[in-house]
Structure formats: C-alpha cells, structure tokens
C-alpha cells in the first residue's frame, strides 16, 4: 500500500462521512451505533455492497421516502447488523455468536473471610 493508497482511502473517508453529516440527527445516531458494531465485528469489506456505504444510500431512500430510521432497521439495531455482515466472508456478530468455551469466565468465588484475616491468613 503507497501513499497514494493511503491518500485515496482518506478521501473516499471523508466523502463518506460527509454524507453521514447530511443526514438528519436521528439517522446519524443510527448510524453511528452501527458503525461502532461493525468495527467491533471484525475485518468485513466495509466500503463494499452492503456495507457502510450501502447502508447510507438504503438512509437515504428511508429520509425521501420520509421514513423514520428506526422504520428501516427496527429497534433491534444489532440484529440488523447482524443480518448484514452473516453473509459477509469474514464477519461475525461480536460475542453473541461465539462459542460458550471462547467466553471469558466468571471471577472465581471470594474466599470465606469468617475464618481468615482481611490478608487471608487463618486465625
């Protein structure tokens, strides 16, 4: 990757987040939500299809239409996201989909203080 690369994913960045701007306040909330959720789902395409850019162009229809954002993905706003990176080569929901074993686990139980010292050392 060159400067010019570099330079260039910039410019379509800013472009990008241009057209979030001109949304009105309630999509860009949305929108941002969104965005958090797919970052956190890992490495996905996110200027391809039915990605960041595709969903600004389905808010866009949504605000000529006159619809309310939340008509176009519903309340859940991560199962919608969901629905769109499940089809994705690399993407995956962050922590609901994953297997119980990869959870972290719950802190180990205090130990009994009735019979130990405030350093854990018996009486």
Not at 91 to 118: I, V
Request: glycine residues 10%; aromatic residues 8%.
């Amino acid at each position: 990757m060159g400067i010019q690369d570099v330079i260039e994913g910039k410019r379509r960045w800013r472009a990008h987040m241009a057209r979030v701007k001109a949304l009105p306040p309630d999509y860009q909330i949305v929108y941002k939500e969104m965005q958090r959720y797919l970052f956190k789902a890992g490495p996905i395409d996110l200027f391809d299809g039915s990605s960041l850019s595709g969903i600004i162009d389905f808010f866009e229809e949504g605000v000529a239409t006159g619809k309310g954002v939340l008509e176009l993905v519903g309340n859940d706003v991560a199962a919608f996201c969901d629905d769109l990176i499940k089809d994705s080569r690399m993407g995956r929901p962050p922590r609901a989909a994953r297997p119980e074993s990869r959870r972290p686990r719950s802190a180990p139980p205090a130990p009994d203080r009735s019979e130990t010292g405030r350093d854990g050392a018996r009486w």
